[in-house]
């Protein structure tokens, strides 16, 4: 029943969507990616995913999704974003674009494209190019003012 509810998941383009990057779909990679790809852009950090998987029947360590994500990045399916010291989210948008954090939820939202302009970086060392600028922005809830 494991193996049904996992395989299960699978969408049908996952497996040319792989290939086209040069990765070997592998059962684990195809329901990984299946949970990743899907109707929305995503922010996901390496442990929710994880809970993620098991939770739908996908045998899977969290060593292997940490590995899957970090091989997904380099084929560029995925992007790293550091937010917090000990904990990475990868984005399903590969594009520009910059992020809201909200501190008390540890929750990743897109912020909505042409809101943020970034100018005046400083040129890089030599041999070196700007791949891309992240601009996190960390929220709270508001404080009461007092009176």
């Not at 999704?65 to 995925?78: D, S």
């Amino acid at each position: 029943m494991t193996q049904t509810r996992g395989a299960d998941i699978e969408r049908p383009d996952t497996r040319d969507l792989l290939q086209g990057v040069g990765l070997r779909p592998t059962r684990q990679r195809v329901a990984l990616a299946s949970m990743l790809f899907g109707e929305q852009d995503r922010h996901i950090a390496a442990e929710d995913l994880h809970r993620q998987a098991v939770d739908n029947g996908i045998p899977v360590s969290l060593a292997t999704v940490y590995n899957t994500l970090h091989q997904f990045t380099e084929a560029g399916l995925l992007r790293i974003l550091a937010v917090e010291g000990q904990r990475t989210y990868f984005d399903t948008n590969t594009s520009d674009h910059h992020h809201f954090f909200f501190e008390d939820t540890a929750e990743v939202m897109d912020v909505p494209d042409g809101a943020v302009t970034v100018d005046n970086l400083p040129a890089p060392p030599e041999g070196m190019e700007i791949a891309n600028v992240d601009v996190v922005i960390r929220l709270r809830p508001a404080r009461k003012t007092r009176r």
